[in-house]
């Protein structure tokens, strides 16, 4: 009769068997990995065998994978006929209610599952800052080049507010206009709508700290363009919306400067894919400026429909140094990658403007 020895070794992960006869030993060993599937295995069962080894390897593996004890194994031996063979299926035989309380069990593990994956999902939707137009927006046609009184607006004395999002989207955007406004003497006020909070929006992060040194950041920045202290309205980051007391901060600066040019974000052809706080910041400074009836003309950049462009081909190293002074958002490789990104946006516009680098901005007159 057969002697059978099954033995696990958690070192090698394997399953060693021997099959000893009065013929002879039957020996080898199995994966791990080819243990760890009982349902496939037993799927097996009625598969007829082509020889003794293939035999003992599937006592191994379905005696192993289902803690079938030796005794519950067949007695072989290498005489036997491979069609006589046949191994028990050690499942237990289970009443129709056991089966159906195991079918909603699984049910409801599948439903605890997939729900907490959607919970999961829906709330890095909701946390993530970007929005993403599926169907991109129609675009203005025709939309003709327009020039919003140039020479106005490089003339010294000229009046302009620039209304933004973050502590740093003006050197991100109009980095290489700023030099070229300071330069011809214009008289720059800054309005910043929430606090920079965030930053990259890791979880764990010190928004007071934040709120700090992204306010000194953005005051050094400023200041390096001729820009007045900028006015932080102070909304969370991520979360800004188109409300009454968000336009209301920004009409009262406007009423306040009386610029002769306001420059923002462009919240009706933005980017597909952009930060919901550029859009909310560009709406609203376009609400703001069309009811106080101040500004002649409205400048909005970060858009899809530009009909007016800058050369700021002689301005690129500037907007570099104006972008570094952010050390909080910039630095090292992520420094380097964002001057990539700028770059390549200021050729594109540049290609569309006639020029090396550019910057496009979509100009409405106001009044």
């Known amino acids: ?14 399953t060693s068997f021997g099959i000893g006869t009065e013929s002879g030993k039957l020996s080898g060993s199995v994966p791990f990995f080819a243990r760890s599937n009982p349902t496939r295995l037993l799927a097996s069962l009625n598969q007829p065998f082509h020889s003794h080894q293939q035999f003992a390897i599937r006592v191994c593996r379905i005696g192993t994978t289902c803690e079938m004890k030796p005794r519950e194994l067949p007695d072989v031996d290498s005489e036997t006929p491979l069609s006589e063979i046949k ?52 675009l203005p046609n025709p939309n003709p080049r327009i020039d919003p009184d140039s020479k106005t607006l490089f003339s010294k004395g000229t009046k302009i507010l620039i209304v933004t999002a973050h502590p740093d ?15 011809s003497g214009a008289e720059m006020h800054q309005v910043i709508c929430t606090d920079g909070d965030k930053g990259y929006y890791w979880i764990f992060t010190n928004a007071d700290e934040n709120r700090r040194v992204r306010r000194e950041e953005a005051t050094n920045a400023a200041a390096a363009s001729n820009i007045q202290p900028p006015i932080l309205l102070g909304y969370p980051d991520r979360f800004l919306h188109v409300k009454s007391d968000v336009i209301a901060g920004v009409t009262r600066e406007i ?51 530009p009909n007016y462009f800058v050369d700021i ?16 958002q910039f630095y090292g490789k992520k420094l380097e990658g964002v001057e990539n990104m700028v770059g390549y946006n200021a050729e594109k516009d540049g290609e569309r403007g006639g020029f090396d680098m550019g910057e496009g901005f979509r100009c409405i007159k106001l009044r």
């Open 255 to 305: 009423e306040s400067f009386r610029p002769d040019y306001i420059l923002a974000f462009d919240g009706d052809y933005p980017p597909r894919a952009s930060h919901q706080d550029h859009r909310r910041s560009g709406d609203v400074a376009k609400i703001a400026a069309e009811r106080t009836h101040i500004a002649k003309w409205l400048m909005l950049f970060s858009t899809n429909a």
């Open 87 to 138: 191994i028990p299926d050690p499942r237990p035989e289970l009443s129709p209610e056991d089966v159906s309380r195991r079918r909603k069990i699984a049910i409801r593990k599948r439903i605890k599952g997939y729900g907490t994956l959607l919970a999961i999902l829906y709330v890095g939707i909701w946390y993530q800052p970007y929005e993403f137009d599926i169907i991109p927006r129609k």
């Open 169 to 183: 989207d003006s050197e991100f955007f109009i980095g290489g206009l700023l030099p070229q406004l300071k330069k």
């Open 1 to 14: 009769m057969v002697r059978r020895l099954l033995a696990k070794s958690s070192r090698s992960r394997q």
């Open 313 to 328: 081909s002689n301005n690129w190293e500037d907007q570099k140094k104006l972008l570094a002074i952010h050390k909080s």
